[in-house]
């Protein structure tokens, strides 16, 4: 009987069992140099039997185009990241067996590194497997399973303890996946083992500052071990974390000699050449070059939100376009992310809606091309207050028909999106979110925030990024965002000559004082004592306290901070716990 099929029902022991017996005789030679292709790619969650397909077209493709030695693909990339309660399900481990089966069969004229999740006696690991030329050589367990902020590893996973050193072509390789690398020990392990080269996969996401962090960290690591890392990652949005790639290769002097670009997925070839020592080191290649903050972050909302849509299998989006800054950035963002054919929006006027924002929207929509109409919500919003007349007979208007108009802008939006079986893109940042200025199916209603986590400071920012790119990109002729729309001041226009800082501090101020107390976990007091006015520091507080629920009932949106609204925080919509320590 062959060894695919028997693959198939293996587990455990009989796994470990085919490693050991790996025919040694076939490992080819030590040659002067090697080939090796970081498969920067973007896997989709749950997509098994695709995922192992892209694996091996980009494994043969890798060796037909760079005659590759070595190919090295991200971690868990036969569920790909994160898998989540996928793990839970019974049929989990036949379907990696059904991938292995595949990947065996295929026997590529190479060595395939690539993570799964593997099932042994009873236990989950998330596993790297090496397969040189059709058999299974090594296999690797991850020792540092993340529990903070976004990851939730040990949830599914049982911790690896040993490590793992293959000989591939001669070569003495070693091997981690991803948090192993951050953590002192599985690096250890290996600092005396004699290794040409280390292979890290990781699924590590993107925030603001993550890539020149990975950098320093693979250069104490390299020196460390006396030996070249290479390091390879996903790419592509998955919910709301983005993998913004950027694989590279240090050499054992820790400098960084190959990076692929961020957020771009492809196969990335790295030579390696022996020295007169007899040590192999990257040569010189592809360094592409660092993107600076905003384009990194402007790369993040557009990658986040095309996977989203085109993942889920959206026609397209729509939009509210009201004129103000959020949804002209918003709608900028969607139109680089999918392309004008796939983006609508709609501008829903009421009598409180500015002849400038009315021109402004409809200046931008044909700018960027996308389809656009305009709705008005008067008569919609009349009969919704005639309809609840006897209930509020006696009582002053107040911001009960302000919300009232957000939620007669939500109701058609939604009404469209399934119509047409558009998304729905809200345009909420980050900072009205925190405080709750926002409406409940109301300027909140839809399927994504774009904007969820990029504070109203960072809007501006970026939209003036955005513009200031138009000339170079062949976008268009016109500005992206019209200058009026970032020249104004803030406002919902719920009521007449509302602004944002007449229920706000100033937004430069909230900005920090919510960084301070969301990303840093800051104290009242400890704000208090950077010179914000305290009566200030205690009412921002309040609101984030207060708003918790709202909250949860908020699209996911693209996570730029190591704390967005989402899956990295997690504070009790009921609770007590008094402002101040």
């Known amino acids: 009987m062959s060894s695919e099929p028997e693959f198939a029902t293996i587990a455990g022991a009989a796994r470990e069992a085919l490693v050991r017996a790996h025919d040694t005789e076939k490992i080819m030679s030590t040659t002067k140099s090697f080939t090796l292709v970081m498969a920067q790619l973007n896997f989709v969650v749950g997509a098994t039997e695709d995922n192992t397909t892209l694996l091996l077209d980009s494994a043969r493709k890798a060796i037909e185009d760079f005659d590759a030695r070595i190919v090295v693909f991200p971690e868990l990339t036969l569920t790909s990241y994160p898998p989540e309660d996928l793990l839970l399900r019974p049929s989990l481990a036949r379907r990696m067996d059904e991938a292995m089966v595949r990947i065996l069969a295929a026997k590529l004229p190479a060595t395939l590194v690539f993570g799964y999740p593997e099932t042994h006696e009873g236990n989950l ?123 590279l290769v240090v050499d054992s002097g820790g400098a960084a000699l190959v990076q692929a670009p961020q957020f771009e997925a492809g196969l990335f070839p790295v030579v390696f050449e022996q020295s007169s020592s007899g040590r192999y080191e990257p040569a010189s290649g592809l360094l592409a070059p660092d993107l600076d903050d905003l384009a990194q972050v402007y790369k993040a909302l557009t990658t986040g939100v095309r996977d989203y849509v085109l993942k889920n299998g959206f026609k397209g989006v729509i939009l509210g376009l009201s004129g103000g800054i959020d949804s002209a950035l918003t709608l900028a963002i969607a139109v680089d992310a999918l392309g004008s054919d796939a983006v609508n929006a709609v501008m829903m006027p009421f009598e409180y809606t500015s002849q400038l924002s009315r021109d402004a929207a409809a200046q931008q929509a044909a700018a960027l091309g996308v389809a656009y109409q305009s709705i008005s919500i008067k008569p919609i919003y009349e009969q919704f207050v005639l309809a609840l007349a006897a209930e509020f007979e006696g009582m002053e208007d107040d911001v009960t028909e302000q919300n009232l108009q957000a939620r007669c802008r939500g109701v058609l939006l939604m009404a469209i999106s399934n119509k047409k079986g558009y998304l729905v893109l809200t345009t909420g940042n980050k900072s009205e979110i925190a405080v709750g200025y926002s409406t409940l199916y109301g300027d909140m209603a839809g399927g994504f925030d774009v904007l969820k986590d990029v504070s109203k400071t960072l809007v501006y920012a970026l939209s003036r990024y955005r513009n200031a790119r138009k000339d170079t990109e062949n976008c268009v002729q016109l500005e992206v965002i019209p200058q009026a729309v970032i020249d104004r001041p803030p406002s919902a226009e719920l009521a007449p000559g509302q602004v944002d800082q007449d229920n706000l501090p100033p937004y430069d101020v909230l900005d920090r004082i919510l960084e301070l107390y969301i990303e840093e976990d800051a104290s009242a007091t400890a704000i208090i004592t950077e010179g914000f006015d305290e009566q200030v520091v205690r009412r921002v507080l309040r609101l984030v306290d207060l708003n918790e629920y709202k909250r949860r009932q908020s699209p996911t949106g693209v996570r730029l901070t190591r704390r967005g609204f989402g899956r990295d925080r997690r504070y009790p919509i009921t609770n007590a716990w008094p402002i101040g320590d």
């Open 125 to 247: 690991y998330n596993s790297l497997a090496v397969v040189d030329q059709g058999k299974l050589i090594a296999n690797y367990r991850k020792q540092c399973l993340p529990n903070y902020q976004v990851f939730d590893e040990r949830r599914y996973f049982k911790a690896g303890n040993q490590p793992c050193i293959a000989e591939v072509n001669g070569l003495r390789l070693g091997f981690t996946i991803c948090e192993d690398l951050w953590d002192e020990g599985p690096t250890s392990q290996l600092a005396c083992e004699s290794l040409d080269l280390l292979v890290n996969i990781n699924a590590s996401p993107f925030h603001r500052g993550k890539a020149m962090e990975r950098r320093r960290l693979l250069a104490r690591r390299a020196g460390a071990i006396g030996a070249p890392i290479t390091y390879v990652n996903l790419v592509g949005g998955q919910d709301e974390l983005v993998f913004d790639g950027g694989s």
